[in-house]
């Protein structure tokens, strides 16, 4: 059994990562449960290019493809990103506890654009209710070298974070960050 459950994202936020993480012996299995992505034909484009990216790179992946709208909506129209980060890591941790891994971790920690914080803490707190290990490390240091990796693998790579109010804010802000009114 391998010693980790990763929870992958995306593929371009597994590319470094999963370059780390053998690097430093560590063997470990993916997690894709992600239900917060929208709208779902989004959803579909990262989950088969880390399905694409995975096969490729011999990573043994679960999927727990699901993908409920309302109950997610509901969770990130309180909180958005904690709610969000909440979700994903308790999940992992739950199926990691019962998949007898060690430890688990997220391919969130790769990408200089989520809240770290707020990652660390879903980890530590899932960690905490599962009685499972949170693997932290932080990732983004090898952001460049991950989004080269993801460029000449030709992943899909998406535009904004992933949940509906990502996906607003890419559309309702102008280059320099102030919001536009909408209409």
């Known amino acids: 059994m391998p010693d980790l459950l990763l929870h992958i994202c995306c593929a ?17 299995t993916g997690l894709w449960f992600n239900p917060t992505i929208h709208p779902y034909v989004e959803y ?23 993908y409920p709208l309302e109950r997610t909506l509901l969770a990130l129209a309180q909180e958005r990103c904690a709610a969000c980060y909440r979700l994903r890591l308790e999940r992992t941790a739950r199926t990691a506890r019962e998949r007898g891994c060690a430890a688990f971790s997220t391919t969130l920690l790769y990408s200089v654009y989520q809240r770290h914080d707020l990652v660390i803490a879903a980890g530590n707190t899932a960690a905490q209710q599962y009685n499972v ?36 804010d890419r559309y309702l802000k102008t280059k320099d960050g102030k919001e536009l009114e909408a209409s």
């Open 12 to 28: 371009p936020c597994l590319c470094w990562p999963h370059k780390e993480l053998t690097g430093e012996g560590i063997s470990f």
């Open 44 to 66: 579909t484009k990262r989950r088969d290019a880390v399905k694409a990216y995975a096969a490729a790179a011999g990573i043994e992946v679960v999927y727990q493809d699901e």
């Open 133 to 168: 290990e949170f693997l932290y490390r932080d990732f983004r240091t090898g952001w460049k070298q991950g989004r080269e990796m993801a460029q000449q693998r030709e992943l899909y790579r998406q535009k904004y974070c992933g949940c509906i109010f990502s996906e607003r």
